[in-house]
């Protein structure tokens, strides 16, 4: 995304937001990679959930990462 990120009205709502909600980084690191999170099922059920940031500070709905991870079954020893 690099210097293209930027000028991006998302990108910067998602900054306003997080400032308003009082988070502060230490601004140390690359800063342009994009993260993800996934949910991985037990054995064979494979990745119960995907998300991608398509967006700095795109992030993923907490209902849905719940939901996946009740899905994810023991396996069976």
Do not use: C
């Not at 993800?36 to 940031?53: F, K, M, N, P, T």
């Amino acid at each position: 995304m690099m210097l293209s990120g930027f000028f991006r009205l998302g990108v910067w709502q998602n900054f306003f937001r997080a400032w308003r909600g009082g988070y502060s980084g230490n601004l140390e690191g690359e800063g342009f990679t994009l993260g993800g999170v996934y949910v991985i099922g037990a054995g064979r059920q494979g990745v119960l959930l995907e998300h991608r940031e398509k967006e700095f500070g795109d992030k993923v709905s907490l209902q849905s990462v719940l939901e996946a991870a009740e899905k994810i079954k023991p396996q069976a020893s």
